[in-house]
Each structure stands twice: as C-alpha cells, then as structure tokens.
C-alpha cells in the first residue's frame, strides 16, 4: 500500500488534478492522497494560501474582505469548471470561508491556522468529489476524525504518536482516501497548522501510522539532483539515497523535500519516493535506510551562502574545563542555534547562520564573550559559505577528503573551515562566498564528471 | 637584561653546574638565574624531587626516614665536594631538610609541598654559595622576599599580579640573583608548589616581572624540533616560531617546556629561547609574539595518541537549540575536558583524552547521553590519535589541507576526523592509532623535505 502526497504545482489547476488523478487511479495499491491547497499555475501566480493569509489579515483588520474572499472562491471555481463538477461543490467552498471568517478573532493565531488550512481542506474535497464524479470511490477525511492528533504546542506543533492507531485505520476504509495536509487537531479540537510545506509532514505521519509500502512526494522535479541545477548544468540524478543523506542535503539548500517531514518515515523504515507529477514515468529518487555505499561514496554536493564565523581564542582555554560549554550557552541563551564548532587547542569557532543574529544580538554577544570568558581575542567573519559532501560510503574511502580539498585547491579558493567527525555521512567545507561557486562546480567535476581530466 | 631557567638534568651535578655559571657568567645580561632541584645524572638515576616524596611519604606514614634524608643530603654534599665547597652549605642543606620533616603533619598537602620545594630551594642556595666562592657577586633570594605570590588554591596554583611590583626589583638588585623555581607563598605566608616542572613557570613569572629582554630557557637538547625525533630520524630544527605555534605543539606531545609557563611571557611578550646547557653555542629555539609566515607555513607536526571519539547521531539533532551544550554539560559535570566536537549536521561527535575517563565514567556519559539528550545513536571509539600541522602561515595558503590530506592518504592511512577552524594556526587530523606514525611520516616528507618526490 502507497501514500502518495501531491504538492501545491500538482493540484494548482484541473488539468494537473487530472494528472494526479491518473496517478492515482493507475496504480491500486495508491489507497491515500495527501493533497496541498492550489499552488501557482504560472511563474507570476499566486498561491491559494497566500490568498488566504491576506484574506485573514483583512478580516483581522476590519477591512473589506470580500474581494479577498471571491478571488479565492474564484480558484475553486476554476478548477471545478474545468473538471467538469456542477456548482454544489464551490458553494460548499464558499460557505466554508465564510464560515472560518466569522469565527472568533481573539485568538489570531488559531483564527489564522483556520484560515490557511482552508486551502489544503477545500482542495482535498474537491479533488475526493471528482473522484467520485468519474466514478471512483473515493472519500474526504477530516484530519480531525482520521485522527491526525497534534501537540498544543502552536510555536512547535508535532504529530503525537497517540493518534497513530486511529490513522493506521485508514488502511481499512473502503476507496481513496483524500487528505487534506498541513494541519492538525490537538486533544481539545483545536486546528493547528504545521510550518509551511506541511503536507509532506501529514503525508509522512500516514505513511508511518498505516506502515506503507513506500510513501510517494509528488511534486514538480523529476528527481534529486547531486548538485544545484542553477549552479551546475544538467547534474546527474541521485536514483536512491539513505534518509541521512537526504537529512545533509537538506541542511544546504536542497529544499526538495521538507525536513521535518523525513521524521515519521525515518523512525518507521518507510521507503520515500520523489517523482514528478508531469512526468511520473521518470524514475525519481528514492530515500531508503541503507543503500550500497560502494557504488558511489559521494552522492551529492550541497552549498548554502549566509553563514557568520566567531572566532575566540584564549590563552591555554583547552585547560578550562567548560570554556565551551560557557560560550555555546551565551548563543543559547540568545536563541541562536550554531552549526559548527571547530576548534583549535586554544581556539574555537562558533559557525552560524547569520540570518539568526541580527546586528544588536551580535554586539551584544560579542561583549558577553569578552565579559564572561575573558578571551584574548574575539573576531567575527561574515559572508562564509559552506560546501558540504554527502554520501555514506564516505568514511570508509580512503583519500576522499584529500580529494576534495585538492579539488578545492585547483579552483584556487581557500579553505576556511574543514569539519569531518567521526562515522559521518558529510565532510564539511567553509569558504568564502565569493569561492562557493568555483568550488562547488570543481567538486562535482571531481567526484560526479568521469571524462574530467584534473587540469 | 635576561632571566635565565636551568633545567633538572642542567643543574644535576658539579660538572653540570660549572656549565651553568661559565653560561651565566659569559653574558652580564644573565641577571636572575632560576634553578630546578638537581635531576636525573644518568638515565637510571632518582631526581632529587623524587627522594623528597619517598621521604615525606616515610615521615608521613611514621616510618624510619633517616636513610632516605641522607641519600638527600648525599647527593648535595657530592655536588659541594666536587665543586670544592666546604661543609657548611651541607650542614646547612641538612639541617633544612630535618627542619621540614619535623614540621606539622595535620596539613598533609602544605607537609609535601614542603618537602618537595626543598629540591630547587638548597639547589638555590648551594649554587648561589657555588658563585660567591668563585668570587662572582651573587645571591639567592627566598620566593617569599622575592615577591613570588601565589593564590590558595592548592589545587590549582597560579602567580598574583601583587606580587609583580617586588619581583619587578630584583632588576636592581647587585650582583646575580639566584631563585628557586617551582614554588611561592600565599599573602598569608603558605608555601604552596606550581605542577611539576614548574620552574619554568618561575622563570616566566619572574622574566614577565622584570620586563626582561629574554627568557632563556636551558635544558638538554638543542632546539625544539619539527617532528618528534623517535620517529623521525634527524628532524629539522625549529629556529624560530611563535607562542600559538608552541602552544599547538606542546599539546600534542612536545613536552620541551611547561605549558602554562608560557603564559606570563606570552601577557608580556618576552621572548623565550630555549638552548642547551650542554651545547650553548647552538642556535636553540627562539619563541616570540610573531615572525615571517611566509618563510614557512608549516613549522611542526606533532602527533598524540590515547584519544577516545563519543559520538551522538539524532534526526534534526540541528534543529534542537542547546543540543551541543547540553553534551557538553554531562562531561563538565564529570569533570573531563574536551579537545575537539567535530560536527554533521544531526551528529557531533566529543573527542576526549582516553586517560580523563574511566571505564565507569564513560558507562555513566553514556547512560547520561541516552536519558537525557535522546540520541538515536551513541557510540564511543578509542585507540585515535590526533595528528596536528601547526604554523600561523597555514591560513593565507591555498592549498595546503589538500596536500596535508593528500600526504595521510599516501601513506595508506584513513582520516577519521579533520578539526580546522577560522583564523587557525593549526590543523588537526584524527587517524586511527596503528596510522598515527605512517602518516606523521609522510606529512613530515611533504611538508619538511625538499627533495622529497611523491611517489
């Protein structure tokens, strides 16, 4: 049995839902379709839930909303058009908004979670009536009877494991199931969304709770690529890789997939497969426990800009026991969370991303240091981009990182930082930005182009 | 105006210690002289410091000690006799020693403190007696007049500031001064010992005091050198380096001069040369705030075995704010510093030294690690040794991780673990034990010989 998740380009327009509806009706062992809300057709389009994350401020703000509230309306209704459905559908949608909009506003964030997880609902209804109307049995389930249980926790909302039973009962219910993703009920009822690109999550937590086969992420791209496709030209596809190796990728800059979202699949062993809606005979990648690491070590090379370097050092600080742990609590206590700590025997590094901490915060972490560690120096480096190799053959290759830095070397960028751990699945490199380019196409030549012969 | 510091084996018999006053007495900058207690004289000899503890231990447990007091005595009488001194010093030299052990015992710390301080304290005073029968102005200088002020914490003893004012007048003392190393006095009078080897440590204090123009440091080789000589044959001489290069060295493994002596000289930018007793002409090794980094920017390689590598792996790991430091707390907690915490991206990993933690201590980390922090995975590995290229050049040098990997990997070794940071002056390299001496060759060849040709 599948799960299968379309994304927001999948189901963005009636001829997208006819070919996520040939998708599913394909293949018998596609039982339950997680659907987001309808994404954009076109490069200069909105998003639904954009939509209505402007309709909720409006109404917020006591604004006449109307407009707001017929231009959503109006998606539907394009889309119900064209598959062919009668009006009873787009009333149905209408009511509904109407409905979330009269709702009691004294909690904005719960009346905007109501808001935007309209989008996601309305869709997954009309996508379950067409269904129907072509004459498959097919049925909308309401994540709050399919027992999609949340956290109260709205700044970090999670799945809780005590829905899981009531989920794994979908496997059971006769037909397509169509879910609507990105949103929860808590114990109480209350709706709370997850964070944006919260389908995959939903999708996810089926997948585990009704123990799949394999859980299917629909979406735009016909694969994984082991390198950004706007830096290197047609980059080779990534066929199968581990769920740690997507996890690093991830980190910088894939944004195939959502994190979170590799959880429930990851604890419960369930394969993952990423294909594309408009053309869903292509092979995609699939995300596996293990995969035969002597094939290819290196699977793929990610690189991601915006990182800030703080470096202090003092005198004999490898003698003082909890001089590390004293500085990473400074960050923690600023909220920051850091992603490297290089060290020297009497340096260490703190590696964030410098999107986390504004000017003040610095300023202000700068003086704690010098306050309460008493360095003798402390220098913050912005602009440093890090370059990271994923593969899980990786620590059993001799030579590698010699590689990789040579590599590096001959495309005449410095090496500012080199972050390899023990058992780990990636080899970190920090450079600066004005380097990242040059080296991340020298490392795909190295490790991903056979005819490159080293200049 | 230089502060000169005489090594154990410098000061170990007569013949040694007219090698000390030729050196002393050829240069009229030899101003202050510091001076260990007398050491080994052949290679299966007792150091003096050492019979001092098997006689305090005696006296402490009760037992007969008077054998012990005159092997003490016996050694400083052979070094009178042969230096032509009378018997005074002797009967003076014993007489300090009965005095000792017949002090209060409750205080069994402050007892063996001094006892062991009498080592350098009669070796002060013989040598001082030594220069003035000679017919050279000199004397010795008690650490409590002199100024050597240490704070109360036995267990971590370190100069005080306050004292720097009186130290700082020995420079206008007449004649040669003679002080003992290794110990000083609380504000209230309490002899309390720096860790062995701690002469050095007086020699810098006193050097940083005077604002001397040089710390020389005398012992028995003739220069710190680039690679340890027991692995690799003839290694070339360091002339010259800086304090941070000497720092990284000494911690893995140069063990030519006390760590934390460095430190008062670094505050005050004293340079510190270290030289040989028995060979003064040759150059030694001069160590100062900073040099030509394009010279060479590599200056050494040290290597140290006997580390042990903790490593956590947990999904989104990256996403928990605290993580790291909340790692970190259980091994503060426990007492063990860190060295290294290399990184992935859900995984970091705690290299320790192997020694810091006991069988039941790493079951409890573990235990700790497991019901606290929730890792999917904690796996601990010893047997690794660190292998470390240090020289400030290292990080203007495109270019040179790759050949420092690409030489380990030459040699058939496996890097498990590469630590370089920002602004660092050196660059580590985790390898299994059995790879730690191939590699240190061959990074030796590449960094060191010039007419070395890869194979």
């Given amino acids: 049995m599948k799960v299968c998740k379309f994304g927001g380009t999948s189901v963005a327009s009636a001829d997208q839902i ?131 249980l949340v956290n109260d926790r709205p700044e970090r909302v999670r799945a809780l494991p005590e829905g899981d ?20 009920y808590t114990e109480d009822g209350t709706l709370r969304t997850f964070n944006r690109g919260g389908s995959d999550i939903t999708g996810s937590i089926i997948a585990a709770a009704v ?8 979406t735009d791209v016909d694969s994984v690529f082991a390198a950004n496709p706007t830096v290197i030209e047609n980059p080779v596809a990534i066929e199968k890789m ?86 990473l609590q400074i960050f923690e206590e600023e909220g920051i969370s850091y992603e490297h700590t290089p060290s020297g025997i009497d340096n260490l590094s703190i ?15 700068v003086e704690r240091i010098h306050k309460e560690l008493e360095p003798d120096a402390v220098i913050v480096e912005h602009d440093y981009s890090m370059i990271v190799l994923v593969g899980e053959g990786m620590q059993y290759t001799t030579g590698l990182a010699a590689r990789a830095a040579t590599a590096i070397a001959r495309s005449g960028s410095n090496i500012e930082m080199i972050n390899q751990g023990s058992s780990e699945v990636s080899l970190v490199f920090g450079v600066k930005v004005k380097d990242e380019t040059k080296s991340l196409k020298e490392l795909y030549n190295e490790f991903f182009v056979k005819s490159y012969v080293q200049s």
Avoid at 111 to 129: R, S, V, Y
Avoid at 165 to 184: M, N, Q, S, T, W
Avoid at 211 to 218: I, M, Q, R, S, T
């Fill in 351 to 365: 590696i964030i991303r410098s999107r986390f901490m504004t000017k003040e915060m610095e300023e202000r972490i």
């Fill in 242 to 327: 581990t769920y740690r190796e997507m996890r690093e990728l991830a980190y910088a800059g894939f944004s195939v997939f959502h994190d979170e979202a590799l959880i429930p699949a990851f604890r419960k062993s369930i394969p993952v497969s990423i294909k594309n809606t408009n053309n869903p005979e292509a092979p995609g990648t699939l995300i596996v426990k293990e995969r035969d690491y002597n094939e290819q070590q290196v699977i793929g090379i990610a690189a991601d800009s915006g990182f800030t370097a703080i470096y202090v050092d003092k005198f004999l600080m490898n003698l003082e026991i909890g001089f590390g742990r004293r500085l």
């Fill in 18 to 148: 006819r070919k996520v509806v040939d998708i599913v009706t394909s293949d018998s062992d596609r039982k339950i379709v997680v659907v987001s809300a309808p994404g954009k057709r076109f490069s200069d389009d909105s998003k639904v839930t954009d939509l209505l994350i402007r309709l909720g401020e409006r109404a917020l703000a006591n604004e006449d909303a109307e407009s707001d509230l017929l231009e959503v309306v109006d998606r539907y209704r394009s889309i119900a058009e064209n598959l062919g459905l009668d009006s009873d559908i787009v009333h149905q949608i209408e009511q509904d908004l109407r409905n979330r909009l009269s709702r009691d506003k004294e909690d904005i964030l719960l009346f905007m979670d109501t808001m935007k997880a309209a989008g996601e609902d309305n869709n997954a209804k009309l996508i379950a009536a067409y269904l129907q109307f072509i004459g498959v049995e097919a049925k909308y389930v309401c994540p709050r009877e399919g027992g999609l």
């Fill in 211 to 218: 123990k799949a086969d394999l859980y299917e992420n629909f």
């Fill in 165 to 184: 039973e009531r989920l794994a009962k979908l496997r059971d219910e006769p037909g397509i199931i169509v879910f609507p993703g990105f949103f929860g």
